[in-house]
């Protein structure tokens, strides 16, 4: 990951945002409150703005302004759930990092971030279903001396694993617990754009 790769892969995101919104928002609307898509699509488009006069020298720096820019941009849940796992997934890449152990440690500390804001645990039906299988299939790459493009491509086939497996899940976090076991049997929207964002990052790779 260096800046040129965090650049791009946060292009590639706001792409596939602009691209799936409406099936975002469709999956929102089954179980939660029809925004996911908008939420979405309005923070990845302050983003695009934010970043284009944006000189950056690190990939880290990129990233932390992804972050803070969803933050401020998105009010829905994932606004600050995303926006604190950029933050510190760039304050942990303040140095480009091509080894995929230096990215995994970067992910772990997106989803501390992302747990201690949201206190959700793997099971409950949430975009950690997804972000946890796409950090397992990073460490397990790292650990066979993987390359980082195989990596990113491991993380993205993890994540659509992820995001498939919620679909019988019952909800234990965010609006879609409201329902109980009514929301059972839906994908869940916030896993659907975590792996968005994993196959962004694959497809970055892999076109450079
Ligand atoms: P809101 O729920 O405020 O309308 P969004 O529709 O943008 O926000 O995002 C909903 C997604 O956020 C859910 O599908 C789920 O994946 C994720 N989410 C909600 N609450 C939590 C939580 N406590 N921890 C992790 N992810 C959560
Ligand atoms: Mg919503």
Redesign the pocket.
């Known amino acids: 990951m260096d800046t040129d790769l965090a650049r791009t892969w946060v292009q590639a995101i706001a792409a596939a945002v602009e691209k799936h919104k409406d099936h975002l928002t469709q999956l929102?609307s089954a179980i939660?409150?029809a925004?996911?898509g908008v939420?979405?699509h309005r923070g990845f488009s302050a983003i695009t703005a934010a970043l284009t006069d944006y000189k950056a020298d690190t990939p880290g720096a990129v990233l932390v302004k992804t972050g803070t820019t969803l933050i401020s941009s998105?009010g829905?849940?994932?606004?600050p759930?995303y926006g604190g796992a950029f933050r510190a997934i760039g304050k942990a890449l303040d140095t480009p990092a091509t080894d995929p152990r230096q990215f995994a440690a970067a992910l772990a500390a997106g989803l501390a971030g992302?747990q201690k804001l949201?206190?959700?645990a793997p099971g409950?039906k949430?975009?950690?279903d997804a972000y946890a299988l796409a950090l397992a299939a990073v460490r397990q790459q790292a650990d066979a001396g993987a390359d980082f493009a195989a990596a990113a491509v491991a993380a993205a086939d993890a994540a659509e694993e992820g995001m498939r497996a919620t679909t019988p899940m019952q909800a234990r976090?965010?609006?879609?617990s409201y329902l109980g076991a009514r929301s059972m049997g839906h994908q869940?929207?916030?896993?659907t754009s975590t792996a968005l964002i994993f196959r962004a990052l694959a497809e970055a790779v892999v076109a450079r």
């Not at 976090?173 to 879609?176: F, S, V």
């Not at 869940?188 to 896993?191: E, K, L, Q, Y």
């Open positions: 929102d939660g409150d925004d996911h939420n979405m998105v829905g849940a994932s606004g759930l992302i949201g206190a959700a409950d949430t975009m950690i976090k965010g609006r879609a869940d929207p916030g896993a």
